[in-house]
Every structure is written in C-alpha cells, then in structure tokens.
C-alpha cells in the first residue's frame, strides 16, 4: 500500500518482522496481556487518582470503549454498520434512570434491567432491520435511533424534552471502576467468541452472507444473537452513564454526534479487531478532549475532518494497517507484488 | 374542512420535501452512494439566500421578486460546493465499500454542520418575504401566499431537473452512466466529471429548495440530518432513481406530516416520520413505484 523512499526510513526504524513478532507476542498472550490491562487500569484510583476532571476523563474513556467495541460486534465482525447503536444507549440510560427514581430499585438492579431492557428492544428491532443490507440497514438503524429520541422526548414517564434529574447518586470511583470491569469483560467475551464457531460465522456473514446461509448456518440467528450481545453491552453502559452524568435528556441519551464518534472510534483503531476500537476510543477521546478543552466548539468539526480522513486514508485503521505492514516481510518472501498485488486488485474490482 | 386544511397544507410543504429528495434520488441512481450530506446542502442554501438578501436589503426582508432572483445565485454556489466536495473527497471513496461511502458523507455532514454553528450560531433564521396580503382563501381553505410561492417554486425545480436530465446532451450522459458507467465510458463520457456535474445539479436543487423553505419554515445549521432522512423516506417510497415516484412520495409525506401535527401533535410528527421509515423499508423496501433495487 505504500511506496517511495520515506518508506525506506521507516522500514529501518520499524522493521515489518519487528511489528509482526509484536503481533505474534500480543495473539500469545491476549489473556494475560488483558488481565495487566485490567488491573493496570484498576490502579489508578488506589493510588490516589481523586474524584475530579482526571477520574471523569478516564471513566469516559472507558464508556467509549464499550461502546466503539460493542458497535464493532455487529459492524465490524458482521458487517453490517449500524448508525443506530445510540438508541441501545439511551433505552438503557432512561431504564435506570426510571427505575431508580421512580421505582426505587437499587442502582445494581436498575443496571441489569437497563441491559436486559436494551436487549429486548434489540431482538424486536433487529428481527426487522437485521433482514435488510447495505445503504438500507445503515438508514433503517439511523431512523430507529431518531424515532427512539422523539418518542422519548414526548413520553410523559421519560420527562418529555427536558429530560430527568438524578441527584442521589454513587460516587464517581463506582462509575470508574463500573465503566473499567463492563470494558475489560467485554473484552474477553469479544476475544473468547473471535476463537469459536460463533465468531467464526459472523466473520463469514461479512465476507459473503449467501455463501454462509449456503453453508447450512442460519445467519438471522447468529446476526440477532450478536445484535442483542452488543445491545447488551451498549445498554448496560448507557444505564451506568445516566447516573455518572445525573442528568439525561433526549439529546443526551440518543446522541447522533456520538454514534459516529464510536463509528470513528472503531474505524480508526480498526474495526474487525478486538483490541483495535478500544485503542481508538482512548486515542480519539483523548484528542477530542483536549480539542474541547482548548478550542471550545471546534471537537464535532475535528470528528468530521477525522472520519473523512480516516476513511480516505487508511480504512483499515490503525491495526489493520500495522498488521498489512507487519505481513510484508512474508508478502516478499511468497513473491512480492508478482504474486498478490493484482490479483488483490482484479477480486476488488470483480466485486 | 380542517382535513383538508391540513392536506393542504401537507402538499403544500411536500412539494418542497420533493425537490430536496428528488436531488438525493440523483447522486443515489447515478453515483451510487447515499449522500448523507445532502441535507446540508438544503441548509446552506436556505443560508446563501439569507445572506444575499440580507447584504441586497440590509435586513433579511424583500419582494417576492427579489427573492426569486437570489435563486440562480443560490444555485450557483451549491452546484459548486457540490461539484467540489464530489472531486476532492466522494470521488475517492466510489466503488469501495458501502459503508465507507456513507461514512465520508456523513463526515461531510457534520463538519459543514459544526461550521456553520462557528460561522452563524444555533440560532434558527428566517427570510421574512413581504406582501400586501398574507394569505388567500379558497372554499374555506386558508392558503398563505408565500406557501403558494415555494410550493411553485418547488415543483418548477423539480420539472427543470427532469427535463434538463431528458432533453440535454449533459442529462442524457448523466442518465448514460447511471445505467451503466463501463459502458458509458467506452462511448467516450467523461464519467467522473459526469459525477461530479450531477453532484453539482443535485446540490443546487437541494439549496434552491432550502431558500424557499427558509421562507416558509426556518433555518438552523442542524437542519440538515432531518431533510436528509425525510429525502431518504420519500426515494424508498417512491422507489430509486424514480423521479414521479419521488413526488408522489414528497407530497405524501408533507401530508401525513401535516395530519398528524393537526389531527394528534405537532409534538409527534418526526417521531411518525422515522417509524413509517423503518416499516417502509422493511415491508417494502423496492418502494411502491420504483424499479428494482438491491434491497
């Protein structure tokens, strides 16, 4: 994918076998390499990270994670890129939200019920939307999301426009630490089904879905099943986010501007990887903040500049193009451009 | 009667929804992408309109005729943000994946979106269009004027891109390579340039709507997403690359919009906008009248 004498340097630096054994060393020991992560990121607040900018940064940080990586589940392993996930979001958010001020359920069960909440609603939805493909799912979910949000704004039980006001909530180290264990559990889930027969399939519906219906698997239900899995994740965050942020409002809960930053998210740390959205969440998120903190206003046109070049530039995301970078080195020894080049290129054109 | 008020009212406005989604429905049957931008192309022409007409008069009123003479110009410089954004930054991405397609586009969106909230604050504007008399009535049906107006407005952009696109050498190339792009380009057209040119014609109808509707409704950066969906709405509806089907579907839409505002609340319109979208593409997703898309 790159050519010219900048390459050359880089080469020299950053030879591809170096990243391609780092590679190898992080696909050896994922669970181990996760397991530092978690508790690496558990640290923090022991150490005497107060309740404060730094705490609430970092919490969000970890939302963003869960939720560029459940967006990752449906639209990047399955293929079908959904700009709908906000809704899972704000379903889950006005589930606690209800539960806990005007049911008076404890804030834990609140949560459970928000996931399990997004969860239904992702399997009714999903029996509807998950049947269409291409420009067609991609609007259907963008609609689902804003008929969600005006619906919630006119309900009487959600508080219509002007949203609900939590003020009895837990400290922010609970949210910390409730954001960091969803993220890390998450991610083993994501790690341990991309080794089975289950993550399997979703890859096979994304490379061709009538060769995988063809195969025998019903791919409705696989594409269901990781439809509510993400649901799951997506809600149960939500409902965490609604009592971290003491308030919530239609704009808030069903925010368009977020569903596209957890697109970028995903799409620039790489998307169809396990690690590759959580990577991107705390770049993008920690650019986007420090953008917000220093130029007022300018964060949303910055996501659009980033997404236009993410997309023209390196689709593959930061992974992706490592990893093309790290197989180069065997890409010569199999015999280089004469080999792979165009015949990569002839299978794109053909599709 | 108030039925028919508010049926009235709902063609009267769909007629405008038509116009914005008939130019979307172009660079769908002929570029082959969903411009997720297209809205704010609607937006920045309200906004081009406003400007002119506020440097012309001082302040954002006129004459029905001064009014109609910022369209050309309002036109003008759509067609050239579109032909633009479609050679530095569409262009790339065509025949790459669907959903990287609607990701730039969709970028696009909301960079133009965020720029104008910097450029020209949230706050909603209006061209206020003067005349000796607001409104006419006809059998107990209140009409206002300047609805009549965008209303003709409307329908006369509608029908110059159809003619434009049926009688000239340009529209019958553009129409050459939404059949086939291979194919017109072994005829010798020049198939990106041809892109970029109905990227350009269905921008400039987009922004010639918007002016109008900054007349009637008003005019906010954030605009935009909604008239994109509603265009989205009114081509699955009226099937792709159908432009009687995109009226029909326009003037639906204005109608059932109109309805449920007079008839339930005002408050619930989008929400049935969005929901008859979704159960449009899951029931029907070829729409009523079109040919066959790849669902």
Known sequence: ?????????????????????????????????????????????????????????????????ILALSWDIVGGQTGYPSFGNMAFFGIGAYTTAILVKDVGTAFPVAMVGAGLV??????????????????????????????????????????????????????????????????????????????????FVLNAIRDDEEKATSMGFNTTYYKTAAWMLAALFTGAAGGGYSLFNTFINPQTAYNGAWNVELIAMALIGGSGTVFGPVIGAFGLHTIIEIVETAFVGWQLVLLGAAVIVTVIGFPEGLVGTLREYAGEMEYYKRGGMAATSTDDTEVATDE | ?????????????????????????????????????????????????????????????????LFLA?????????????????????????????????????????????LAIQAWTANPRSIQVSFADTSLSVAGVVVPK????????????????????????????????????????????????????????????????????????????????????KSFIIVVFGGVGSIPGALVGGLLLGSVEELTAGLVSSQWTLAVSFTLLIVLLVVRPNGLFGEVAEP
């Open chain 2, 146 to 229: 300047m609805k009549l107006v965008a209303f003709a407005g409307a329908i006369a952009l509608t029908a110059a891109m159809y003619l434009f696109l049926q009688r000239t050498r340009t529209g019958r190339a553009i129409r050459a390579v939404s059949q086939n792009p291979e194919a017109a380009a072994l005829v010798g057209i020049d198939v990106e340039r041809t892109r970029a040119v109905t990227f350009g014609i269905s921008s400039a109808i987009a922004g010639g709507a918007g002016a109008f509707i900054a007349t009637i409704l008003n005019i906010q950066p954030q605009m935009g997403l909604i008239y994109t969906l």
């Open chain 1, 1 to 65: 994918m790159s050519t010219g004498s900048e390459d050359g340097v880089l080469r020299s630096i950053l030879p591809p076998g170096r990243v391609n054994s780092v590679f190898g060393f992080c696909g050896q020991h994922a669970w181990t390499l996760l397991f530092v992560g978690g508790v690496l990121g558990a640290l923090p607040p022991v150490f005497g990270l107060e309740e404060g900018y730094y705490m609430t940064v970092l919490s969000e940080m970890f939302l963003f994670g």
């Open chain 1, 118 to 199: 997004a969860v239904v609603f992702a399997a009714i939805i999903g029996a509807a939307v998950l049947r269409l493909r291409g420009h067609y799912f991609a609007i259907a979910t963008l609609g689902v999301l804003l008929a969600a949000q005006q619906v919630s704004r006119n309900l009487e039980i959600t508080g219509g426009a002007s949203g609900k006001i939590l003020l009895d909530v837990p400290p922010g180290t609970a949210f910390y630490y409730l954001f960091l264990g969803l993220l890390v559990a998450e991610m083993a889930v994501v790690y341990y089904l991309s080794n089975t027969r289950f993550g």
């Open chain 2, 70 to 114: 910022t369209i050309p110009a309002v036109g003008g410089v759509l067609f050239v943000v579109g032909y633009g954004l479609q050679r530095t930054l569409v262009q790339r991405v065509i025949g790459t994946d669907i959903f990287l397609t609607l990701l730039v586009t969709f970028g696009i969106s909301i960079a133009i979106q965020q």
């Open chain 2, 1 to 65: 009667m108030a039925v028919t008020q508010f049926v009235v009212n709902g063609l009267l406005v769909g007629a405008l929804f038509a116009a914005v989604a008939v130019g979307f429905a172009l660079i769908w049957g002929v570029v082959d992408i969903i411009n997720l931008a297209h809205g704010e192309m609607v937006m920045l022409g309200g906004y081009t309109a406003y400007w002119i007409l506020s440097i012309a008069t001082g302040t954002a009123e006129g004459s029905v005729l």
